[in-house]
């Protein structure tokens, strides 16, 4: 039954029946909704607010972010409401610059660091749900319990009761979801608390942001589209909320930044404290969480909002398959072996940045200030720091891919692929994702994927609707094998940067095979195209339409969780 909106829902029928429910009209809940729609799932959004939250949140985007936007065709629609390539620096008590962040690569395709207005962003994604017949969603409807079937869950709202195959919590920091599911969130909150002011009709004006590292009172001053700074500022101990909320507070908060700081135009103020936590499961059984209702992290890297898109993106494909049934439902058991690792880290380096910024002894802080500037002088280290080489990139040793041996620190394996512009013959300039598609793709350098694979793995792979890549110099795109006929099952890529031969160049391995989420779920030289096809539908427990499951695939997938687990990287 396609689902009815939160009006007609009760009318004739109090149950209605979807793939998926998603509790939570967040940018998680949002993009998540967005990839299964996509895929052709039936899902219903509930919200228990009455319309979107219209203020300022996150006010940072990262590359990844975009990536994901793109791969949910609504980039285009939110490029507009972000700041490219936004620099911020760092500064000691007496503004002295201490170091910078302006990372100038864009190897997913996108800058690094983007300011961006949430509420417009997240409107887009709302927005790009009005593509989809069969995903609705459901305003003013908090879920008031959850109930798990020999089948699927019904989800209990207070209007009527909604049967779905799965639930996924992108319901935030006090999560119901997670409540209903029993795990822990664990962690820590900080005692410390942070008065966040946003400001329309920006009274600077400049396009970057800093971070002032001073210990009577550190701040931040971020920049965000459409003439909206952010300022936030340290609250000591001795300062009770009651203080914090008068506008002679801020104002006199503003003063230093600002020569009129009562003639501002402020479209919120409050205050904040930071957590570092995140769940002792993402699942259990058909319950799921993503987003913050998963994790939470300070906000010095920006990454808590990055972090639940990640969460979307690998978890959307996943489902989709198991929902479509292209995969057993144990391929969803990867979604927390890969996710809780990348997630922890986060969390770790957002902690440990927030700590180096805001000591408020001055002998904690002048030795600090002393060790950034000796680092700085390093080339090696200011490259760390400026390109943000710190920042931890996803990268799976354990879950839905396939590394040949033990994982290798060079592997390409598991990591996410680049995506440089290439030409192809239709088109001369083009994003690289755009040729993969939206599902699986099969990627060779200076080979036909089709006489690598042979003719068994080749139909398997088209079966679940995969693209096969065959990329080349940008000097051999045009060139046709006299002697064989045009394939249209393969798109020839050219090039037309160096970017995919730099990276060939850096590895052995000559076919990728490439997921839905731009990780590299297997990788291997020519020869062994087919037997790395055979391990990876193991592995990712899929399902060829008329075909069966290796009677193994359960059991991979159980094991590459236990070694993951025992390797630490499940807790």
């Known amino acids: 039954m396609t689902p009815q909106t939160a009006e007609a829902a009760g009318a004739d029928d109090p149950r209605d029946r979807v793939d998926v429910v998603v509790v939570g009209a967040g940018p998680v809940g949002l993009t ?7 895929h052709g799932v039936r899902t219903l959004v509930v919200e228990e607010r009455d319309t979107l939250i219209d203020y300022p949140r996150g006010v940072g985007l990262d590359d990844e972010s975009l990536r994901a936007f793109q791969a949910i065709g609504l980039v285009d629609a939110i490029l507009p409401h972000t700041v490219p390539n936004q620099i911020l620096r760092f500064f000691d008590r007496r503004r002295r610059l201490l170091a910078e962040m302006a990372p100038a690569d864009a190897c997913f395709g996108w800058p690094k660091r983007n300011g961006f207005v949430q509420p417009l962003v997240d409107a887009e994604l709302l927005r790009g749900l009005d593509r989809f017949d069969h995903v609705q969603v459901a305003w003013g409807q908090p879920m008031t319990g959850c109930t798990e079937t020999a089948d699927g869950v019904t989800v209990h709202l207070p209007d009527r009761s909604v049967d779905a195959g799965y639930l996924v919590g992108c319901d935030g920091g006090r999560s119901a979801t997670r409540r209903l599911m029993g795990v822990s969130f664990d962690g820590t909150t900080s005692s410390t608390r942070w ?8 009274p600077l004006g400049h396009p970057n942001s800093e971070v002032g590292a001073d210990p009577a009172r550190p701040y931040a001053s971020i920049s965000i589209a459409h003439g909206i700074r952010r300022f936030e500022f340290m609250i ?11 506008r002679g507070f801020v104002a006199a908060m503003l003063a230093p930044f600002v020569p009129r700081p009562h003639d501002v135009d402020i479209i919120r103020h409050r205050v904040y404290t ?3 936590r995140i769940a002792g499961a993402f699942r259990a059984g058909r319950l799921l969480l993503a987003g913050d209702a998963a994790h939470l992290m300070p906000v010095w890297q920006g990454q808590g909002y990055n972090s639940g898109i990640r969460d979307a993106l690998n978890l959307g494909w996943k489902l989709a398959a198991v929902v479509r049934g292209q995969a057993r439902e144990t391929l969803l058991d990867s979604y927390d072996v890969e996710r809780r690792k990348h997630a922890r880290a986060m969390i770790d380096l957002s902690t440990m940045v927030g700590r180096v910024i805001s000591p408020t002894n001055s002998t904690v802080a002048t030795l600090r200030d002393a060790v950034i500037r000796a680092a700085s002088v390093v ?23 396939v590394h040949h041996r033990s994982p290798r620190p060079d592997s390409p394996v598991g990591t996410l692929f680049i995506q440089p512009r290439v030409a192809t013959r239709a088109h001369a300039d083009v994003l690289l994702d755009e040729v993969l598609g939206p599902g699986f793709a099969v990627l060779c350098w200076n080979n036909d994927p089709r006489a690598l694979l042979g003719a068994e793995a080749f139909a398997r792979w088209k079966a679940v609707g995969a693209r096969f890549i065959a990329a080349r110099p940008q000097t051999q795109l045009h060139w046709r094998d006299p002697d064989a006929p045009e394939d249209p099952d393969v798109t020839v890529v050219g090039d037309r940067t160096g970017e995919l031969k730099a990276w060939f160049d850096r590895h052995t391995e000559s076919v990728l095979f490439v997921r839905p989420d731009r990780c590299i779920a297997a990788a291997c030289i020519a020869q062994r195209a087919a037997e790395s096809t055979e391990r990876l539908f193991a592995v990712l427990a899929l399902v060829a339409p008329g075909g069966d499951l290796p009677d193994d695939a359960g059991r991979v997938l159980h094991v590459a969780q236990s070694a993951a687990e025992s390797a630490g990287t499940a807790g």
């Open 195 to 202: 008065l966040v002011v946003d400001i329309a009709n920006d």
């Open 379 to 401: 080339p090696t280290l200011k490259r760390y720091v400026l390109q943000m080489r710190f920042k931890p990139m996803p990268r799976y040793d354990h879950g839905a891919v």
């Open 274 to 276: 930071h957590h570092s």
């Open 236 to 246: 000591h101990p001795d300062e009770t909320d009651e203080q914090v909320d008068d």
């Open 32 to 38: 998540l909704a967005n990839i299964l729609g996509g």
